[in-house]
């Protein structure tokens, strides 16, 4: 069983930064790889980044790419993404997943755990 916590979200303005990190529970942390998913107001939950248990590979969807870097912290229990010049259709909810296994799954089905989500709003 692992549980997930989000934090860092929060309000900023187009061209700013936001981290979001996600910690999790249980001993067992770096046998899964982990994903940072979204979804906003009518929308369906959508793949953001993804990075695997040793966090020695990485996966971004093409709309964050060069912009979010995602990490782990295994000693910590702890997913990052570092967020930069936000854009306001970066605006929604932002969810972490952990998937056990090695690969990175761009399908939100393949993970077996989430987390409560984290708003994030970009203003124009």
């Known amino acids: 069983q692992v549980q997930l916590v989000e934090s860092g979200g929060g309000l900023v303005q187009a061209g700013g930064s936001l981290r979001l990190s996600c910690a999790a529970s249980g001993r067992t942390f770096n046998t899964y790889s982990m994903g940072w998913f979204r979804q906003a107001p009518g929308k369906e939950r959508e793949f953001v980044a993804g990075?695997?248990?040793?966090?020695?590979?990485?996966y971004y969807a093409d709309s964050v790419k060069g912009r979010f870097t995602i990490s782990r912290d295994n000693a910590k229990n702890t997913v990052y993404l570092q967020m930069n010049s936000l854009k306001p259709e970066d605006t929604a909810i932002y969810y972490c997943?952990?998937?056990?296994?090695?690969?990175?799954?761009?399908?939100?089905?393949?993970?077996?755990?989430w987390g409560q989500g984290t708003q994030v709003t970009v203003s124009s």
């Open positions: 997943a952990a998937a056990l296994g090695s690969s990175i799954y761009r399908r939100a089905t393949a993970y077996d755990y």
């Open positions: 990075i695997s248990w040793s966090g020695g590979s990485t």
